[in-house]
């Protein structure tokens, strides 16, 4: 009986420290959709994301990503991301490649940081350097990414919170005259159905193959729920609506968050 009871005592113990460390994280989660909003969690957060995104057609060409992002926010206005693609597929008229995707490391800067009430846009900047892996195929690669990153909400409690990126790409450097260069604009709309569910729909183009997503203008619909202060799932589909784009695809994903310490906060 009393092993029990101290097993009951160390477990209420360890929901207490789960429940106090994982308050007040403001998670900002980089999925489901391709735009996103000109914020990052709170101070002191650990975040991790992992998705999994398909688009399963023989042309412009099946792929296929696992993809896996942790982010760090040594500040309130400064995010550090490595972010890793431990699968990678792709499939077309040159043949399949199956392997480990590129790593990338980078972070997002707070320019501004967005109130309510206020007519000001958040404002910030993601840098992404993206490395090659240990694969010996077409997937590895070196590249980079610039993304300005803007949104307001609008509103009564600013239940709408528009959201509008748009990014320049360097891509496949190989060697240095082999680099291509391309870009990323995205638009959407994101409505807080309630505090813990956002709806999305987004308009997005590019010209190469980053973000998970082939070559082409897609329209998007999903979702976010956040299901605990620490962790939350998304979801949605995506429509391609150019000549060379993939027909649809789909993604899925989940967030976790865990404050380091307990001296900080946003």
Same mark, same amino acid.
């Given at each position: 009986?009393?092993?029990?009871? @101290?097993?009951?005592?160390?477990?209420?113990?360890?929901?207490?420290?789960?429940?106090?460390?994982?308050?007040?994280?403001?998670? #900002?989660?980089?999925?489901?959709?391709?735009?996103?909003?000109?914020?990052?969690?709170?101070?002191?957060?650990?975040?991790? /994301?992992?998705? !999994?995104?398909?688009?399963?057609?023989?042309?412009? *060409?099946?792929?296929?990503?696992?993809?896996?992002?942790?982010?760090?926010?040594?500040?309130?206005?400064?995010?550090?991301?490595?972010?890793?693609?431990?699968?990678?597929?792709?499939?077309?008229? @040159?043949?399949?490649?199956?392997?480990?995707?590129?790593?990338?490391?980078?972070?997002?800067?707070?320019?501004?940081?967005?109130?309510?009430?206020? *007519?000001?846009?958040?404002?910030?900047?993601?840098? /992404?350097?993206?490395?090659?892996?240990?694969?010996?195929?077409?997937?590895?690669?070196?590249?980079?990414?610039?993304?300005?990153?803007?949104?307001?909400? !609008? *509103?009564?409690?600013?239940?709408?919170?528009?959201?509008?990126?748009?990014?320049?790409?360097?891509?496949?450097?190989?060697?240095?005259?082999?680099?291509?260069?391309?870009?990323?604009? #995205?638009?959407?709309?994101?409505?807080?159905?309630?505090?813990?569910?956002?709806?999305?729909? /987004?308009?997005?183009?590019?010209?190469?193959?980053?973000?998970?997503?082939?070559?082409?203008?897609?329209?998007?619909?999903?979702? !976010?729920?956040?299901? #605990? /202060?620490?962790? *939350?799932?998304?979801?949605?589909?995506?429509?391609?609506?150019?000549?060379?784009?993939?027909?649809?695809?789909?993604?899925?994903?989940?967030?976790?968050?865990?404050?380091?310490?307990?001296?900080? #906060?946003?």
């Amino acid at each position: 009986m009393k092993v029990s009871h @101290s097993i009951l005592f160390i477990a209420i113990c360890i929901l207490s420290v789960m429940r106090s460390s994982a308050q007040d994280l403001n998670l #900002s989660p980089t999925r489901p959709t391709i735009a996103n909003s000109a914020t990052v969690q709170s101070a002191d957060v650990l975040q991790v /994301e992992t998705g !999994y995104d398909a688009y399963p057609q023989r042309t412009p *060409g099946n792929q296929q990503t696992v993809d896996t992002l942790i982010s760090y926010t040594p500040s309130s206005k400064l995010r550090l991301d490595f972010g890793w693609s431990a699968f990678n597929h792709q499939q077309d008229d @040159s043949g399949t490649t199956n392997g480990v995707g590129t790593i990338a490391l980078g972070g997002k800067a707070v320019i501004y940081k967005e109130q309510y009430h206020q *007519g000001a846009p958040g404002l910030a900047v993601q840098y /992404e350097a993206e490395l090659p892996t240990a694969s010996e195929s077409a997937l590895q690669g070196y590249g980079q990414q610039l993304t300005v990153l803007v949104n307001h909400h !609008y *509103g009564k409690d600013g239940k709408v919170d528009v959201i509008l990126n748009g990014s320049l790409v360097q891509l496949d450097c190989q060697t240095v005259p082999g680099c291509a260069y391309g870009g990323q604009q #995205s638009f959407a709309l994101s409505f807080h159905a309630q505090k813990q569910t956002r709806l999305y729909a /987004e308009i997005f183009g590019q010209n190469n193959s980053q973000s998970n997503t082939p070559p082409g203008t897609y329209v998007f619909s999903g979702f !976010y729920r956040q299901l #605990s /202060e620490s962790f *939350g799932i998304d979801g949605g589909l995506r429509f391609g609506v150019s000549n060379h784009s993939a027909s649809f695809g789909t993604t899925i994903g989940v967030v976790f968050g865990k404050r380091l310490s307990h001296g900080k #906060s946003n």
